[in-house]
Each structure stands twice: as structure tokens, then as C-alpha cells.
């Protein structure tokens, strides 16, 4: 069965949990750091560790960071919300309930605008909400490494404790076929947004930011169907194939007269297709109740005027006009936001490359190795300015593309600005024209058929003897130097 | 200096700064009074001699001063001291040594006050008795075959038995004033939020309040003054000035109370009181009127929901609460063979580590806030805490104080009320309103009954608390202390 003819009998809903993991520099509850990737349990106090006695008390950077969210959302804020207890028993769960919000989120009523091939759709806001993450379990000796079937459990409690963002989507009914295009569209906007406030690295990949994607399907005119929520869906190609990979079990199921469970399932990135995780039937039940250890939230309506008056460009309409300022595609735009690169590249420009040449170093080798390091691009190791006292140094012609990257890697390996590591590795193209006389002549000398050809008049012949310049000069020189001086030794120019 | 023991805080501090007695000298004589009479009292579960010299030396030293410097206090076991063992009264916390002091502690370290050791309490406060202790109960020191009341029962019982000449407690739904009733003592419950509780063992995060202990109204708001006023790690911790509950009770024991006005609760003057606390009540009053007071009878129609409001919210705050005591992090660790999973493991320790009274209010608490159940029972607690709000924010519309009997009966012997919890839990019918109200209270000795102390009541509204040790500091003038029969 076709994916499209599936579309012609069923249509899907969506809706969308969106964690993000805020970049407050201490935790929600406690004044422990959050540095990512530090030894276990060093990161802990009486606050994180639940030890008998400890109180928290709320980070006020974590609440602004949300209603900042919120509003970027088009969201409404309350003027007084209080925080909950979701009680269930986790080790990695030090308290053994979670501080989070129930039916009085901070966030209300928003949405996203997203557009997928010219065309905009409204993804409404349910909630946005703010709560504690958990910290990590480590299961050793098993074969799953899961909890079932392993000798020891550790524990790491350095995340337990920092704020999180949970963002829901309205279900999505009405995108068809798109829906999975549309989905993906949508966390790529959400994380863009969240990106251009400056409150999380919003990265997928580090598990700062989490999806959980949520669809069901109906056919034509009746009902929406019962839905799944699918879990560890981990990058933007994911959040597509899991919807997509839903609607085709979904569709099957219903076909042969079947019936949806509304269940947990995982996403298997190496298969594309999910796997039936915890039935809702027999579902915790977390006792929700207010949160007695913490004062309401009621932030001040003057407060947040200011901190939505002082909201950022939209990353949308900042798209558009860069778009039109660099005179790209809006393709390449894309890409240029998926891959985070567009302050970077604004910047490099800002120090005086030109656009094309800008984007080619970040997207290109910049790009690739940042995805090898596995790091942010502002982390690789060249700054926008040395990128674009490279790409200067291309245009006078001082170096070519070759040697141009040979001189971003010592950039990056910390040798200095591009001019100091082209002198120090002596990289310059060589513009002697004493010297490349000198190998133009020899290899005349030592490829006299060719050469002969090229005085016949077979001009394209030429390249030979420019490729063995080029090998002489161990690519310094500059190629279409020498294939001037070539033809005027030949007597052919 | 005859017998140190004998003396009040007041006194002891007075002498200290002075300079004719020494702290060390001071703390002592009450760790040898201790080590005299505790094995009949068992009001301590651990006394820290050398942390306790050790403070007292350097407020010899001059390193310290201050209204209380040099005057020892025993703490409940519920609050954190570091270094030093806190249990709870409870299997599961045995041998726990907290990192951190709790702010309270704090404040009596920097106050110089030296820390005997840590008293005695039914597991986590639930009851009101000592009987619910892991450790073995507390004796009464005006009969040793009766309960000292609960659940701060040791700290109220090194006070009568001259143990220690201050104590804190803490009180969520009477754990302080009660305890006080029946052992001849005087302890106060702050207004929610004036005391932290940083490093105090939550059993009921709303109604959990700190407070001081001591033998008179001048001693207990001494120490009200050092341990109480804002902290910024505890979120539901009140940010104003603390009432200066100290001059309040010096202008109490002059002994006049003109132009304030009494409020007694009509409901709680039915038959819920034995005849002698009942009597012991009426003569007070009488007392207070002749000191200027006017008595107004005031109705509280929802206090009589009290109760059952309360063991809604308490034990399901209490369930989320102590879901944080698994074996994973501290404390025992129970059935951990290397087979059993971290669940089962997870299971038995709190299998093994509570005991009846924290197992019955966790699955009271745990099946209150179910799904389905919520509104019918936490949510309807709630909205009968609001109305018990109201009933005290009307009633001190028309008097400045409510009086009551603390508790409706004297110390009863060991053994008689645990096989029925509901006749345990009517100990806490006067005092419990004051807890879903959030205002303070205190409890101060006004008579005997048989032979064993009787406690008064004054609750004032939250703020307030300065009216209410004026008030019992007029009564304590004019009926005098109790002194139980030597041990």
C-alpha cells in the first residue's frame, strides 16, 4: 500500500511534546551548576540530591526563560500558576516525584506559524510549561542495557534538577499527507525560535531538546482516532519518519478491521519504524497534587510587557530578509538554519566576507567538521573574523581553494590568524613569475608531444601541462597564472 | 551554684554573661542530669556531649554573645544537625548523619546556644504519644507510666525533667503545644512561614511549623526570637519582621490584661473535655478576667471538620514526602541480595523501615490524591481548610485571641489509645484548626487534673504572634509554673 493512497482513505492528527533543556547556569530548584558532560555526582547539594530536610526554592532566570518561550509562542501568561508533584518511583527520580505543572501552566493558548512550500500553517499552542529534569540511570550487566536483566544500576544525578520546558502542540488535524513534513517543519521553527532567545542550545542530538510525537488516524468524516505517542524520536528526520512510519502501521491495522491502542511506543532510528512501549491501561497514576514546598507564580503583567517588548527578530521574517540580503534560495536558507548557522554566518559577514563566501567556509568545511567534533559550529574553533581574513586572502588571490583549507585547518588546530598560518607554513600561491617560468619551461621540456600539440593549436591539451606545474609547485601556485604563462611560452596566447 | 538544672533560660543567661557560672559549666550540669535520668525518661535518642562542650567553650571564650549565648538546647530528631545523627524517630533514617544543618540549628549555633543532643518523637511526628517511636517511647517525668505526649514528646519531657531548660520542637498538628499540655511545659507554634523549615524532615509541608520549648512564656519567646524571621531557602518562608514576641511576654507578666478581648470557641466547649481539663480551663479564664480580660464566646462552625480535613492534607502531603526514603541515596537499605531488583529492593526497605503509623497515613495519603478519588478527598479537604480560614479571620474580627484547653484529656497511660487511631488522633482536636489556618499558638500550663498538668490554649492570628505571649505570659503570673514529683 502506497503512502499516498493511505491518505486517500484515512486522515491523520498530530500533536507534538516538545522538551527543552533550559541553559540557566545553575539548576531550577538549587544553586549546583549545569555544565554538560561533567564527572557524576558532582554536580549534586542536599537540594538535587532530595536529601531528608532540603527545600527547593525556584530559579527566577527558569521562570523568565519560559514566559520569554511563551511569548515567543504567542502564548498567553498567567498572572498566578502554582507548580505540581507528579509522584511516581524512579531511582533516577531523587525525590521520587517530579516538580512540574498540571492544570495551571504558565504558558496558555499560543502558536507557531510554519511554513512547508510556500505555504503557512498554524500550529496551535496547548501549554508551554516548566519542570524538572531527571537525573540518569546507567544499567550495567545487562544485555539491553535496560533496567530488566541488569546486575548493577547507576546513578547520576548532575541533571537531576535542571529546568525543563515541556511545549504541546493542539492536535494537529486537516495537513493530509504533509503531516509528517509539517511535524518536522514545526520543531525545526520551535527550535529556531527557542534558538534565537538565547535560552537553550536546543540540541537534539545532546538530548537538550526531545520530541514526542503524538498521532492517531481517522477515516474521512468520522472521528479522531486513538492515538500513540511516539518516544525517542531524537533529529528533525526522525520526527518526519516517525509520523510517516505511524500512518502506514496505523493504516494497516485499521485495514484489517483492527483496533489502535492508545499506547507508548519507541522510535528505532536504525529500522524508521516504532515499537510498542507502555500501555496507557496500566499507566502510573501520578497523583497530582499542588506543590506545597513552593509559593504560587505570579509574575508581574509589567514585567513580562517588558520582556515581550524586548523579544528578538523572529527567526522567520529574519530568515526572509537574509534571504533576500545573501540572494539564496530558500532552500539553502533552510539548510543554513539546520544546520545553526545563520548568526554565525551574519556575523562573518558583518566582518567583511561576502555572503557566498561566508557560507561556503561554514557550511562547507566548517560544517563537516563541527558534525565529526560533534559540536556547536561556535565551538570548531574558528571565529567569523578569521573566516573572513581567509576568505580576503582567496579574493586578492593569495591563496586558492586548496590552499585556502589547508590554511582553515591550521586556523582551527589554534596556529593563529589565516595570514600568520599561510606565512608560517609558507602556503602563499607562489606569483613569482621567475620560478614558474622556470617549471613551466621544465615541463615543456619534459613532455614535448604534448607540447607540440598545443602549438598544432589544441589548446585543450593545455590542462596536462598545467596539472604537472601545479604537481611541481605542490599546488601554490595559481592555476590560471600558469596557464597563461604556458600558452605565452608556447606561443600560442 | 546549687543545682543549674533548676534554673530558667533567662537566668542561666544572665549568669553566663555575667560571668558567674560558665557555659561549659551550665552545659555540664544538664548532660549529667541527663546521664542520670535519661534511662527512666528516654527523652534523648543521642546527646553530643563534646559538640555540646565544645560550643559552650567558645562562648566562654567571648567568641560568642547574645540573649541566649551559653544556654544548651535539645532538639527534636526531625531537624538536621551536621555531622550529628538524625533519625526521625524512624528505622529507616538509623545512623543517618546529615551534611547540612538545618537554618534553625544554624541560628542556635550563631545564637551560641550549645546542642545537648536530639530528643525523642513518634516516627516522622506522626502521633501523639512517643509511642510510634522505633526507638522505644518517652516516659513522662510526672508518671513515668504515661505518655509524654507527641510527637515532640522527648523535647517536652527534658524540659519537665530538667534535662534541658529549652528545646525546639516542631508542629504540624499540635506535635508541640500537646506535648507540652501534658508534661507541665510551655511550647509555641509560630505563624506558618515565621519559623524555616530548611533541614526540618517534612511530614506535612503546609502544616509543618518549628518551634521553641521551655519551661516559662519568657524563656520560649527567647527562643522564639533566635530561631524565628525569613530565609530565603525556604520558599514559603514569611519575608517581614518577626513581632517582638520578648517584650510582648514581659508586658504580659505584669500581669495586666485590660481591654483584651478573649474569644472562646463554642465548639469546643461541649463535652469533648475530661471534666478536669474542663475545670482547669474554667478557673483560667476566671483568672484572666480578673487580670482585665473580657471573655466572648465566638462560633467556629467548620472546626469541627478539622480533624478530618487534616488527616486528608497531612497524610497525602506525607505519602509525596517520604516517597524519597527508598535506600537508593541514605538510610537502610533493606533485602539488597544481588537478586532482587532495585524495585523489590526498593519495596522492602520501606517495608522494613516504617513503621504502623507512617505505613497507615501513607496509603491514606496515597489513595486520597488517587485519580478519582482527588476531589472527593484532598480537594474537598481543601476547600474545608479555606472555610476553617474564615471561621478564624471572622472570629478575630471580634476578639484578639482564641483560648481553648490545648488537648482534651491529661497524659494517658502507654497502651491506651493505639489500637484505636481515631482516639489517638482526637489528642490534636484543639490544636489542629490552628494548623490548616496557618496562624500561631501556644500552649501554656494552667492547672493540674489528678495530679498532671492541664494545658491552656491562646491562638492569635497569623502575625500576631506577639498577642499570644502576652496573654499566656499574664496567665503563667497568675497561676505560677508546675513542678512535676522528683524522679
Redesign the interface.
Known sequence: MSYEEILTRYEPVIGLETHVELGTATKMFCGCKTDFGAEPNTQVCPVCLALPGALPVMNRAAIEATIRIGLALNCDIAEWCRMARKNYFYPDMPKNFQTSQYDEPLCVDGYVDVEVDGVTHRIGIERVHIEEDTGKTLHVGGATGRIHGATESLVDYNRAGIPLVEIVTKPVPGLGGLAPEIAKAYVAELRDIIRSLGVSDVRMEQGSMRCDVNTSLNRPGEEWGTRTETKNVNSLRSVERAVRSEIIRQSAILDDGGKIHQETRHFHEDRGDTSPGRSKETATDYRYFPEPDLVPIAPDPAWVATLKAALPEKPSAKRARLREEWGITELDMQSVANAGAVEIIEETIAAGASPAGARKWWMGELARRANELNVELTAVGATPAQVAALQKLVDEGKLNDKLARTVLEGVVAGEGDPAEVMAARGLEVVNDTGALTAAVDEAIAANPDIAAKIRDGKIAAAGALVGAVMKTTRGQADAKTVRELLLERLGVS | MSDLTRLSAADLASLIAKREVSAVEVATAHLDRIAAVDDRVHAFLHVDRAGALEAAAAVDRGEITGPLAGVPIAVKDV??TKGVP?T?ASKI?EG?K???D?TIVERLKKAGMPILGKTNMDEFAMGSSTEYSAYGPTNNPWDLGRIPGGSGGGSAAALAAYEAPLAIGTDTGGSIRQPGAVTGTVGAKPTYGGTS??????F???LDTPGPCARTVEDTALLHAVIAGHD?????SIDKPVPDVVRAAQLGKSGDLSGVKLGVVKEFSGDGSEPGVAAAFKDSLEALVKLGAEVVEVSCPHFEYALPAYYLIAP??C??NL????G???GLRAGDD?NR???EV?SLTREAGFGPEVKRRIIIG?YA???GY?DAY?GQAQKVRTLITRDFQSAFEKVDVLVSPTTPFVAFPFGSRTSDPYQMYLADLFTIPTNLYGGPAISVPCGLSEGLPVGFQIMAPTLADDRMYRVAAALESAVGTFTPPAL
Open positions: 531537624v538536621t538524625t526521625a533514617l543517618w546529615p551534611p547540612y538545618a523549615r530548611y533541614g526540618l524532615i517534612a506535612s509541608s503546609s530565603p531557602r525556604d520558599s514559603t497525602s502531603e505519602s509525596s516517597a524519597r526514603f527508598d537508593v541515596r541514605y544481588g531488583s532495585l524495585e526498593m496515597t490524591l488517587s485519580s482527588y484532598y
